[in-house]
């Protein structure tokens, strides 16, 4: 039988990652999932330390279980001489190269863009970094919630109580797949012209770019959209209302086809449709607090399932507001058979972890282990050329 991984569109591409934390390693991953060997190089001892995030998958970390299944952990340490030869060796025959190093230690240890591409011209480096490599906060450590801070992101999630975060790290997770479609890109390129082109993404740009619509209108309005929880800031209604069972139900109107059938079917008020409050998309949004309490009091009187039933007879879209162990069952998911079990380190598990959300056609993605710290490093030195006393004097001297 043919192995998967011979099949898989990035069958032989090789990526040597110096990775840590989300951004990066999220980039990887995907790459992996498409057939491509990641080498993911860790710190002898503790690896990354993202696998201290937390203890919760059978022992391990849930971001880490999330980040780095189908991958090679190499341990090695960049610091020593004979750390940095064996790394020199693996990018000799690597296709790319990422890394999410602390501000300035690439350029130290030579990993940056320019000194690669000069050593290895077919090599594409790719650097994930907080604020970019130049400019004036090139040397600033950036975190996921301080870039939520910096976009002004966090200023418009919560409610008139107050701000809040995102509940996924969504700059960590922006800057790794704009890292991985740039990657892609690159390979493309260089596969179609010969030039291998350098890949760079921050942070703060890849959330920058998802906080386009907020700026247009605040640039533009002379005010930033408001801080509503649910509520849309400039559709209504738009936003999650409390059923009589107590469970949230959240639906969109979206045009004014929409808006009468709503009146219609659902408040059961026709007198709205042409309601002079209500007339247009702006006239609801300004009037949002009168409409609010119109819409409230039909839930009141209603179960969220009859409410969502209700909604669907009407062409309305609407969704329950799930917790996460009602995703975790979601009938979407089991009936497209979107699970598939993942083996963990030291044989533990497996754990149902989800296929990859773009599918190609014919292709099975790849959903290999989660390597444990340095669970290849004997078999990838050996592969490059290193007898098992070298291997062994390597690891006495903490080396790998």
């Known amino acids: 039988m043919t192995e998967l991984s011979e099949v898989l ?25 498409l057939g491509a060997r990641v080498i993911k190089v860790e710190r002898p001892g503790g690896g990354d330390f993202a696998r201290r995030y937390d203890t919760t998958v059978h022992g391990e970390s849930s971001y880490f279980v999330w980040l780095n299944r189908s991958k090679e952990s190499l341990t090695l340490d960049l610091k020593s001489a004979r750390g940095r030869n064996i790394l020199e060796q ?23 863009a320019p000194a690669l591409q000069g050593r290895y011209p077919t090599l594409i480096p790719c650097t994930v970094s907080g604020y970019g490599t130049s400019g004036p906060w090139a040397d ?12 002004g992101l966090v200023s ?33 390129t260089r596969a179609t012209t010969g030039v291998a082109r350098a890949v760079e993404v921050s942070l703060f740009e890849a959330l920058a770019e998802w906080m386009g619509q907020p700026a247009y209108y605040t640039r533009h309005g002379g005010t ?33 086809r929409e808006w009468a059938a709503l009146c219609e079917r659902f408040l059961e008020r026709p007198d709205l449709v042409d309601d002079p409050r209500f007339a247009i998309g702006s006239d609801r949004v300004a009037h949002r607090e009168e409409l609010n309490a ?25 969704s329950g507001v799930n917790t996460v162990e009602e995703f975790l069952t ?7 058979d979107r699970w598939q079990d993942v083996r963990l380190p030291g044989g533990a598990g497996p754990v149902p972890a989800l296929l990859p959300p773009v599918d190609l056609a014919g292709v099975t993605p790849r959903m290999d282990a989660v390597p444990a710290v340095g669970e290849h490093t004997d078999a990838i030195l050996a592969a490059l050329g290193h007898s098992a006393a070298d291997i062994d004097a390597l690891r006495a001297d903490g080396v790998v």
């Open 9 to 33: 569109p990035l069958s032989g591409i090789t990526v040597v990652s110096v990775e840590q934390a989300v951004a990066a390693p999220y980039a990887t991953r995907q790459l992996a999932d």
């Open 224 to 256: 930033q959209p408001p801080r509503l929880g649910t509520q849309h800031a400039t559709i209504a209604p738009y936003g999650a209302y409390p059923a009589a069972d107590g469970k949230d139900v959240l639906f969109s109107i979206q045009n004014e």
């Open 330 to 336: 979601h009938p979407v998911l089991e009936q497209r």
């Open 294 to 318: 119109i819409v409230a009091e039909r839930f009141r009187v209603l179960d969220s399932q009859e409410a969502m039933k209700l909604l669907d007879a009407a062409g309305i879209a609407n």
């Open 156 to 188: 418009l999630t919560g409610n008139e109580h107050g701000s809040a975060r995102a509940g996924v790290s969504v700059a960590d997770i922006a800057a790794g797949m704009y890292a991985y479609s740039g990657v892609l890109t690159a390979l493309f």
């Open 140 to 151: 600033r450590k950036a975190y996921d919630l301080l870039v939520q801070c910096q976009t």
């Open 90 to 112: 693996l990018l000799a025959g690597a296709d790319v190269f990422v890394q999410n190093l602390a501000p300035g230690a690439a350029t130290r240890l030579g990993l940056d």
